[in-house]
């Protein structure tokens, strides 16, 4: 049979396939939520980092010229 009268007989039959969720619809929304609440408390557990090193910082650019420009 050819990939045209195939497509054709399939076309006719009006059965559509219907791939169902694994779990219902909103649950996607809460593990998207989850996920990047996740994601907002990594990035808020790095706030003022430098700060906190800034004795480092500026002894380091005392050390290596801190007027150097790159």
Do not use: C, W
């Amino acid at each position: 049979m050819s990939l045209v009268a195939t497509i054709a007989v399939a076309a006719e039959e009006g059965h559509h396939i219907v791939n169902e969720l694994p779990f219902p619809a909103p649950v996607f929304g809460v593990i998207a939520f989850v996920a990047f609440t996740a994601l907002a408390l990594v990035t808020f557990s790095f706030r003022d980092v430098a700060n906190r090193h800034a004795e480092k910082a500026e002894a380091y650019a005392r050390e290596h010229g801190a007027a150097q420009h790159h």
